[in-house]
Structure formats: C-alpha cells, structure tokens
C-alpha cells in the first residue's frame, strides 16, 4: 500500500506543474518541519487531515529571498532540529508534493523559533541570580568565618584560663566561661578592638584590594541589582553607571581648580593609611608606629631596604612604589602649575594693581611715539606708570616697544593681552583707577575704525565701579565724532586725527615753518600749554597779565562765569575774575609763576597792513579720505580765481562721486577752481606731464591706498619728492626769470621763508610722513618741508590725556575759524637793526590783536617758543619773523 501511494505521488508530480524554485537549503528545512509536524498528527484520530493542513501551511521567513530584495534576502542562522523519530506513518518529504497555490501551502511558524529570544532571556536571568547569590553569599559568609575565628581563639584562651580557676555565676550556675562564650556581641567588638585586630586588618586590606576590580566589572550592574531588590522592572535605557561616574569625575576636574591636588592629597593619605594598616596586620607593631613607617616609605623610597621578613618587605615595597608614583604626581602638579603661571605672566593675563596711570588700549603706528610723549610728561614727577591693553601677544608687545631706542626717564610700560571690548579685561588692568584712558584708531578703514572705538566707549561705559578718568579717543572720520560724544558725555574727549593733518597741511603749504612750531608746541619736550589759576592776579586787565610772567606766555583765560569757556587772545580790557584761570605756554606746570610788572616801552613802530590774497595754484598728489575737508579748508583760506590740481590714480568720475558723498558741492565753489589728472606719482612720465613749475605749493599726500603701511606710504612720498624736485631743477633754465611770486610780497625780505621755496624759486613742497624716522631723508635738504602726522596726533594725544582742557585750545587752533597759528614777518613789528626786549614785541603785537609767542631770527635754525629771557635787548632785522597767535582772516 505504501508503495501504490509512492508510484501515485510520483505520476502526480511528474503530469502536474513544475513547483516554485527553492534552494536545497529551503527544501531541506521544510521537510524538517513537515516531518514533525506529521509525526505530531500521528497520535490524534484525523491523521490524515492534519496531515494535509501541514503540507499546506509554511512561514514566510522559511523563504529565502533573493539577494536584490534586501533585508530579507539574508538567510538567518536557525537552531537545527533534532531528527525525527522513525515512525510508519511519516510522509513522504515535501519535494515529492506538488501544490499549486504557494500562498495556502505555507506551514505556520514554528513554535521552536518564536521561543527561542525568551530562552535566551531567562537564561540570562538565570545568570544574573546566580550571581546575585554568590555575591550574598561572600558578603554573609566572609564575616561568619571571621567570626568563627574569634570564637576559635577565645577558646584557646579560655582553655588557658580554665587551668587557673573557675569561677561559678550567682543566680544561674553558670561558668564564667560560659558567661563570656554566651556574651558574643560585646566580646566580638572586644575582639575587633584588641586580640586580634591584626587579622581583621589583614581582611580589610584584601578586601580593599580586591574591590576595585569587582566594581570595575560589575559596578554597570548594581543599578539591576537595586531594581531587583526593589522589586522595580525599569525598562528604560540609561547611561552605564561607569559612565556616568567617569563623567562626574570629569566635571570636577574642569570645575574646580584645586581638584587635582585635592585629589592627590586624598591618594597619599589614602596610600599612608592602607600601607600602615598593611604593616599592622603583618608585623608586631602598634598602629601608631604602622602609620609612621607607612609614611617614611611614601616619604622616602629606600627606607624599606632594612626590613626583615618576607610578608613586611612585600608591603614595604608595593608602599614605596605607590609613594614613587605619588611624588611623580606631585611633580607633575607642581611643574604644571609653574608653568601655568609662567605662561599667564607671559601672555599677560595676570591684574594690574596702579592706581593714577595711564591707560591706552589698542594698538597702532602712533604708539610708540606716544609712550615717548607721555614719558616725558612724566618726567617732572619722577616717572609714572603706563599700561597698553591690545589684542597681541604680550611678548610681541615689550618686543615691538623695546625697539624704540628711546629713554622712558623713569616710567614703567606694563602690557597686557586682551579686548577692550570685554569687560573682564578691562578691569584686568583696572580701568576704573586709571587717571586718563586714551583710545587709539585701529587699522582698519575710517568707518570700521571709529566704529570700534564706538563699542570701546560703549564698554567703558558699561563698567560698574565708574571710571575715575577722562577718555581721549582718536577717531578716524570727523562725520563720526558726534555720535561717540553722544554716548561717552562729558567724560570723552575726541581728536579727529585725519582731518586734524589735513588742516595742518594747508597752514603749511600756505605758511612754510608752521609744522615744526606745532612739533614744538605739542610735544612735551619744548613749550606746550598749561591751564592754572592765580588768586593774586585776580583785578588786572589782560594786558598786564599778558607781561605778568617771565617764564611763561599767557594766551588766554578760562572764564568761570561762563561754565569753564576757554577764550584765547581775549581783549585787553578783560579783567580777570575771581575762579578764572589763565591758559600759558610753559616750559611745565611747575616752572612758572607770576611776578612783578616789567617797563616796557612800546615806541614808534611802522604800521603795515596784511598784504592782499593773490590767487594760488596748488598740486595735490594722492588721494586721502577726508580730501573733501581740505578742499573746504583751502576755499576758505585762498583768493578767488585759484586753481586746485588734483592728480591721483583714482577716476574723474570716481573723485567727483566721493566728493559729493562727503558732503563737498563742487559746483559750489566760489574761489577755487578744480583740475582733475589721472597718473600715478611715482611715475616720472606721468609726473612730467604736469607744470610743476607753475605751482605755488605742492602737497604730497599719504595716499589712501598704502596707508595701511608706514614704510611703503613713505617710500611712495619720498619718491615722488625726488621726482619733482629733479623736474623741476631741469625746467628752471627754461623760466621766465622775471617772474615773481605775488602771495610771498609781504615776505620779500624773509630768507628763511626763500629757503623753504623750492628750487625753481616759487613752489612749496609738503610732504606728510607717517614714520618719525623717514624725517631725517627729508630734512637733507632744506628746500622742502615736511609734517609728521602720527607724531603729531601722538603729541595732541598725550596732550589732552594730560589735560582734556586743552582739547578745546587745540580744536580752535587747527579750525578754519577762530584763532590761527601763523608766521608774520619783522617789519610788521619793528625796524630795521632795532633794538628792542621780547616784551616790547608782545606790547606792539597787541596792537594788531596778535599774542606773539616765540621767534625766529635769521641766523638761528629752528624756531624759538616763549624764549626765556624776555627782559633783555637785542638786535633784530628785517629778515627775522615771529610767531603769532592771531584772529583768522
């Protein structure tokens, strides 16, 4: 029968549709299954239906899929089943079937596979209990055998006692050693404290050594192990408690700064008292000396080398090596925190402690010749203190300072490294102590500069304690000052650098001379200008103040009344009120005083008006920000018809773009008429294309494009000096000779003023210099002058950080209005070989409304401001000329 059934399969399978393609593999697993499954049926009456429910029911996951389906392409590792017991009435394997739907011919999942993750589960458990109890069963068992122990001894003892006496209890009958055996728990506590101490030390230390090895294999599992005490089943994921305790000791590390010696403080207290409690459980000493000797081997390597026995000179040396190990720590401790100090001194991160110094924070070009300034204004006092705040490195700093070659005469430079945006940093350097705070323009453009020392004021302003001092900021762009006055008040002060050396430029060109008495007047190695009140001079009128002094010329007076007003070169008849001060020109503060009225004798003098304007035809080479100021400036001073050439590289269309956004109206212009030449001024070619020899003057501007760069602007200036001066020297036989200059008529008798002419006997050229040591080149020849713009906003800097009152005298001097410097000639003044006193001068200067301050007389090489002897007579000529404050045309 059974063979029937087997040729009947096979013709079934042989006439019917091929079956789907598996693998071997496939085939193989589900003939498995499908032989269980049968043997299964066998038992039950419906054999044969269960049978076909079998064949016809398979998983999904029995398929394997092909590889370009992804996932479920992998063939997954089952656990193999055993083999079926042989049975009669087993079927055939699975291939031998054919079934035509495959969807309803899938067995259902086998009950092996799904209960194969929860076997696994409980078996893990069952691990974990097993631990579990074993670790119980060490924490219980370990003290009961120290316990057993004490007992053990006791008798030994007791035994011994037994021998002496035996003593019987009153009341109950019992032995004393009855009584001591039935008393465990305080005899056990007795015990710890005294017989045999030794050993539970000996227990103590191999427990402590063995410790960190559990907890670092098994500390991830004491959270499991509290949720089972607990009876809590947390099913949520959390960070490994390892983890979790590296990271807290991480945290304290980076907070607090004493952690590592903390730490190593607790490593050698613990190692000195694990070695002694070592010692203790193998030698015969008390604790005490255990201790101690705990601590000569942390102390002192070589101490265990006389130790004696083998269990004593192992604990000896596992010490020593720990105490090595401890040293080598606190060595690394140590050195790093030298260095860590040494490092913060180096870069400058350490606090000034000054009170009363001077505080510049940035860092520019014109910081080496204002330190210069500053300590010779310190000299008088026996040196001060200076410190620089800027975003270098201290090194770099005291490098770059070290190069100026210069005497500091007693003032300390301390620097340091920060922002003086950041408050931490300025109270780093006490700022609030500081008695003047002067900030420098940065490099950048003029918008971003001035922008910066906005937020520089901003910071200033922010700082809790009040600033004690006045701030002096250099700002870059005159349109800008406003808004820093706006958020500074009364405590900033500003100096418009840029535009300051473009007016100082045109009082030059227009007066040759005039930049080296501003040298002499705002540096602080010369005269410079002093503000104090004398009390004794109160009731005098101006004109007897003005001859008051003899080591001091007095140029105007700060009037009380009028909330402090300065008013220089006021009238005669001004009387000097009770709280006014009077504004001098002084050697220094302290080298004048008022004294007794001089004779003088003011005498017939000849009376010459100011020669009238002519026009002028002046050159501008290059192209600076604030040209559109300039422009005004020469508009205001020259006669109508004058021309103004511009030559530059920057385009017609470009120029007239800048100067309408700068606020210049160009059709506007009533007495200047503008030139426009596109060329480059180091370029001879370009350069002869021009009539240098028509000019008048000829300004040598610090071109907009290499100002960022002291040393390429000055080559580029000093350049295109030579350049003109040959070019012009080549022209001159070709001149008309007969021509003359009209603008110089009122000086016709100057030679100073012809010597500073320029060869072809009519133009004037200034040149601006931007480093004080490109002076010496341009000072060869006498035939040019030149202005040093940095050095000059360093003397006008350090100047008003002195004294914020000066900033006012300055602003007006430089201005287009108001009160000028000037340069007058002698025959406004006196005649010819006349002998006259220095107050004679100034009493006739008075009468044209002028201060004369200083002078100039033609055998003498620089100008002289407020000569010393001002009583005595001496011979003048034509020739010489005076140095006037005087109202502005």
């Known amino acids: 029968m059974a063979k029937s059934n087997e040729e009947s399969c096979s013709n079934l399978n042989a006439t019917s549709k091929p079956p789907l393609k598996k693998t071997k593999t496939l085939a193989q ?38 590889s370009f389906l992804g ?21 055939p394997p699975l291939s031998d079937f054919h079934h035509p739907n495959p969807k309803t011919s899938l067995l259902p999942p086998s009950s092996s596979s799904s209960s194969s993750p929860s076997i696994t589960t409980q078996q893990q458990r069952q691990q974990h209990y097993i631990f579990y109890l074993l670790i119980i069963t060490c924490i219980i068992f370990v003290p009961y055998s120290a ?18 006496q035996i003593d019987l209890c009153s009341g109950n009958g019992k032995t004393s050693i009855q009584k001591d055996v039935d008393d465990d728990g305080s005899s056990f506590s007795y015990y710890i404290l005294n017989a045999d101490s030794r050993t539970i030390a000996l227990y103590i230390v191999l427990f402590t050594l063995v410790l960190p090895f559990v ?13 089972f005490l607990r009876r809590t089943d947390s099913n949520k994921e959390d960070v490994p408690l390892k983890k979790r305790v590296a990271y807290m000791v991480d945290v304290f590390f980076s907070i607090y700064p004493y952690a590592k010696l903390l730490a190593l403080l607790f490593a050698t207290l613990f190692l000195i008292g694990f070695g002694g409690l070592a010692l203790y459980a193998v030698t015969g000493v008390s604790l005490a000396e255990a201790l101690w000797h705990s601590w000569t081997y942390v102390a002192d390597s070589g101490n265990h080398a006389e130790t004696e026995g083998t269990g004593q000179r192992i604990v000896s040396v596992s010490i020593s090596s720990g105490g090595m190990l401890i040293f080598a720590m606190m060595l690394g401790l140590v050195s790093d925190a030298i260095s860590e100090k040494v490092d913060s001194l180096r870069k400058g991160k350490s606090e000034v402690i000054e009170r009363n110094h001077i505080l510049i924070l940035g860092w520019s070009d014109k910081l080496g010749s204002l330190l210069k300034q500053l300590a010779i204004a310190n000299k008088s006092v026996g040196g001060g203190v200076i410190v620089v705040l800027a975003e270098k490195e201290k090194e770099e700093m005291e490098m770059d300072i070290s190069k100026l070659e210069f005497d500091f005469m007693g003032t300390s430079v301390i620097c340091r490294s920060g922002s003086p945006l950041i408050l931490a940093d300025l109270k780093k350097v006490s700022v609030s102590k500081a008695r003047a705070i002067i900030v420098l323009a940065s490099d950048e453009n003029a918008d971003q500069s001035d922008a910066r020392a906005l937020r520089v004021v901003l910071s200033l302003t922010g700082v809790k304690e009040g600033l004690r001092g006045h701030v002096v900021v250099e700002m870059s762009d005159l349109d800008n000052e406003p808004l820093v006055k706006l958020v500074g008040g009364e405590l900033i002060e500003t100096v418009v650098a840029h535009d300051v050396i473009g007016r100082l430029m045109i009082q030059c060109a227009l007066q040759p001379g005039l930049a080296q008495i501003w040298e002499d007047i705002l540096g602080f190695e010369n005269a410079e200008f002093y503000i104090k009140g004398w009390p004794e001079l109160d009731g005098l009128h101006f004109k007897d103040i003005l001859i008051s002094f003899p080591d001091a010329i007095p140029c105007g007076v700060k009037v009380a009344a009028d909330g402090g007003k300065i008013i220089i070169n006021p009238d005669d008849s001004y009387v000097l009120r009770d709280g006014d001060e009077v504004l001098v020109i002084a050697e220094d503060d302290d080298t004048y005083a008022p004294g007794p009225l001089p004779e003088v004798c003011k005498g017939y003098f000849p009376r010459m008006r100011e020669p009238p304007k002519y026009p002028e035809k002046i050159l501008f080479c290059g192209w600076r920000r604030d040209i559109d100021d300039m422009i005004m400036v020469l508009e205001a001073f020259l006669a109508p018809g004058s021309e103004l050439w511009m030559f530059n590289e920057v385009p017609e269309k470009e120029r007239e773009r800048k100067l309408e956004a700068g606020g210049l109206d160009v059709f506007g212009l009533e007495n200047i008429k503008l030139v426009h030449r596109e060329g480059n001024a180091v370029i001879r070619r370009h350069l002869e294309s021009l009539p240098l020899e028509t000019f008048d003057s000829i300004l040598i501007l610090a071109d907009e494009s290499v100002e960022d760069s002291v040393a390429h602007s000055d080559s580029r200036s000093l350049a295109t000096l030579l350049l003109i001066r040959d070019i012009q020297a080549r ?40 480093d004080s040591r490109t002076r010496n080149l341009v000072s060869v020849s006498r035939i040019s002058d030149y202005v040093l713009s940095n050095e000059l906003v360093s003397m ?21 209005e108001g009160n000028e410097m000037c340069i007058k ?16 001068i100034m009493i006739r200067g008075r009468t044209r409304n002028e201060i004369v301050i200083g002078y100039r007389q033609a055998s003498q090489e620089r100008a002289i401001i407020n000569p010393s002897e001002k009583s005595v007579t001496r011979k003048w000529s034509l020739d010489d000329v005076f140095v006037v404050i005087a109202p502005g045309d």
């Not at 299964?40 to 419906?46: D, L």
């Not at 122990?149 to 008798?155: I, N, T």
């Not at 406004?828 to 070989?833: E, I, K, R, T």
């Open 796 to 816: 006008a800097l350090a100047m008003v950080a002195e004294d914020k009152q000066i900033n006012r005298v300055l602003e007006e001097l430089f201005a287009e």
């Open 29 to 66: 697993q589900s003939s498995l299954n499908l032989r269980v499954s049968v043997d299964n049926a066998s038992s039950s009456s419906s054999a044969s239906s269960s049978t076909t429910q079998t064949k016809t029911d398979f998983s999904d996951q029995q398929w394997n899929y092909p």
């Open 825 to 840: 000639p002698a025959e406004f003044y006196l005649f010819d070989q006349e002998e006259l006193c220095f107050y004679d």
């Open 215 to 227: 907890l670092y294999k098994y500390l991830d599992y004491l959270p499991q192990m509290i949720n």
């Open 731 to 770: 022209r001159l036989p070709y001149r008309d000779t007969k021509s003359t200059s009209l603008r110089l008529s009122g000086f016709s008798h100057n030679s100073w003023i012809r010597e500073m002419q320029q060869a072809s006997d009519k133009s004037i050229i200034i040149s601006e210099i931007l």
């Open 147 to 164: 316990y057993l122990q004490f007992k053990l001894a006791k008798l030994k003892d007791f035994k011994l006692e037994l021998c002496c």
């Open 71 to 91: 996932i479920g392409s992998t063939s997954r590792k089952r656990r193999p089943l055993p083999p079926p017991k042989p049975n009669s009435n087993t079927l």
